[in-house]
């Protein structure tokens, strides 16, 4: 890659920096951990795998790297891209065969959208394959702009305020997933693609519907980003400064207990008697 320019080396700073800042807020990784990186081809967990190499190295704590492929069968998936590439920096690595391509296209009808099924099968074959391996953490590429758009999906098309969390253990227990991108924006993430030039596989299932929610929602946050530069940041923000008693889940805040503390000291000043 030759020597990196000055902002080029602000750029990987910054990504390794906010990873780190991340891992470390959410305990993410911790002494003897085997972490299995899951990559889809893309240039979120090509990231994600260059960033945790170099955590590895300077990290005070020793932990395993593996990294994971599932091969959809996806007709034209060129299978021999990442292991080439997982070989060339020396990295442990299993490919997953499993034929979910079929599935999906088979319960899914023409022109419907494909994401839905296709993450939960291939999420179930990741979780299982963790266990296997003996694996105490999954880390996936999930970064800043997705958790922030899966909020307003969740918004918009769920009637729930939910996103998705930098750590998380799942239904069963047996998992916890990492998300070590967490605090890192997907634009800093597509020029680091490019500075490194990594070998991005496309996804022929999904990757070409137009008119997903996903979609659509990407587009608004980039409208509002072009806008109000920093808008994004301060709304990832707001998911990390969460007030129950100031929504209406009453689960979340016991709203029918309130009452009025008769010892209680005012807080207003009786400014006629000043």
Known sequence: MGTLSVNQNKLQKRLRRLAGEAVTDFNMIEEGDKVMVCLSGGKDSYTMLDVLLYLQKVAPIRFEIVAVNMDQKQPGFPEDVLPAYLKSIGVEYHIIEK????????????GKTTCSLCSRLRRGTLYTFADQIGATKMALGHHRDDIVETF???????GTLKAMPPKLLSDDGRNVVIRPLAYCSETDI?????????????CNLCGSQENLQRQVVKEMLRDWERQSPGRTEIMFRALQNVHPSQLADRKLFDFAGLRIDDEATPRFVDVMSL
């Open 99 to 110: 034929d979910t391509y079929s599935v999906v296209k088979e319960k899914i009808p023409e």
């Open 190 to 202: 597509e020029a680091y693609a490019r500075l490194k030039e990594f070998p991005i596989i496309p």
């Open 152 to 158: 307003f999906l969740n918004l918009f098309y769920g």
